[in-house]
Nanobody, 114 residues
């Protein structure tokens, strides 16, 4: 059974920072690409950042230069460091593991006040 458990969301003022964490159980972490998605009210879920098993990173244009995705193989954890947050970053953020199967976390709320 694969589980992804997110943490680190919360309320922050515009310009502030948050770090999201996603702890993965099982053996998939080393071979799966890990990603963060987000879904704002009334909008479709969108990809924010991806890190492959070999460390290649991909970012949405809207977060380039502000967000950084990283992974710690010793802790089976993927992080999303979010700096210079904007109100439009407000959303539920989901952790995703993609490979032979697709796994999702339960989501963590990020709210950025203006």
């Amino acid at each position: 059974q694969v589980q992804l458990v997110e943490s680190g969301g919360g309320l922050v003022q515009a310009g502030g920072s948050l770090r999201l964490s996603c702890a993965a159980s099982g053996t998939i972490f080393r071979i799966y690409s890990m990603a963060w998605y987000r879904q704002a009210p009334g909008k479709q879920r969108e990809s924010v950042a991806t890190i492959t098993s070999v460390g290649t990173t991909i970012y949405a244009d809207s977060v380039k230069g502000r967000f950084t995705i990283s992974r710690d193989y010793a802790k089976n954890t993927v992080y999303l460091q979010m700096n210079s947050l904007k109100p439009e970053d407000t959303a539920v953020y989901y952790c995703n593991a993609a490979g032979r199967s697709d796994y999702w976390g339960q989501g963590t709320q990020v709210t950025v006040s203006s």
